[in-house]
């Protein structure tokens, strides 16, 4: 059995991965495998409203909202984002709180001004800066909701008086939020909507058209808002995938249920990370992520070991990203908490083994 706490692409639950299987085979019985259906097809027009139906639905989003599913990532929303929102030599506002943050303020400055409002760069990101003032003539706030790097979390939205944007790539759909605090929510579906290959954008209807800048059609919101979509060929089977995925977190119960379960299962590993004379947090705690958990050992010698421990115990993915070193859990939605069980076993059983 493995365990898999990869950062993303990520774990998806089982029953996708069955039916999205069974669908290249046969997709709803046509005698056609989903990968070769027509993206104007019936079947698969049905497929993005329902698609779009249960994002709108488990998020509650408003009315004056568009759904969007995108190609090119969240590093496309990252240039995607200042051309649709920032005019010719304008201003737009950046938090720096990670890797994902800086690179999103960095496209933004090939398009103009940008002003970054506070960083935590100073000490490799463990902390959410809490003190800053946004300038009331910036286009637009951008904000990283999860560091999915650093395992830090922003939960709550900044109070800003301008356009609100938020990365929440690795955090959408593991915890509930009001839609209407956000002005534009994008997302690469890979950390816990769905496969890699489509990107969920939630923008205000009204904020777009606003630039005043040409941009080609194809990074230009409305093009898609207005299409549905379907502007060019969508990433079909990556669409398919997450309305899978979105209907089993519906079956489950929703965005609460799993909310909860996300917080019990964040509270085990922190709890064994604290207790653990071995393994020490790297986040600040009071900014401590749901979604991806840090931490490190003393020494890269005893890091090693327990890698090898991890290993042989099915615990997939857990080497901590470069720029942090040590570990990282990630541990989105799919992910159980008897997974989280076994990689506090392996803990457990480490420090047995060296106390
Ligand atoms: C992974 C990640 C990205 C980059 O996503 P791509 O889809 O690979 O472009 C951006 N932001 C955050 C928060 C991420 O976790």
Redesign the pocket.
Known sequence: MKHNFG??PCILPKEVFQEAAQAVIDFNNSGLSILEISHRSKDFEQVVIETEALVRELLAVPADYSVLFLQ?????QFAMVPMNLLPEGGKAAYLDTGV?AS?AAKEASKLGNVEIVASSSDKNYTYIPKVFTVPTDAAYFHY?S???IYGTEIFEAPKVNVPLVV?M??DILSRTINVADYDLIYA?A??NMGP?GV?LVIVKNDILGKSGRTIPAIFDYRSHALAGSMYNTPPVYSIYVSMLNLRWLKAKGGIEVIERENIIKARTLYDEIDRNPFFRGTANLEDRSRMNVSFVMDTAEQEAEFLELAKERGLIGIKGHRSVGGFRASIYNALTLSSINALVDAMKEFEERYK
């Open positions: 950062a993303g090119g990532g969240a590093s496309q994902w690179k990283t999860n560091n999915t990365d790539s690795s690469g890979q950390k890699a990107t």
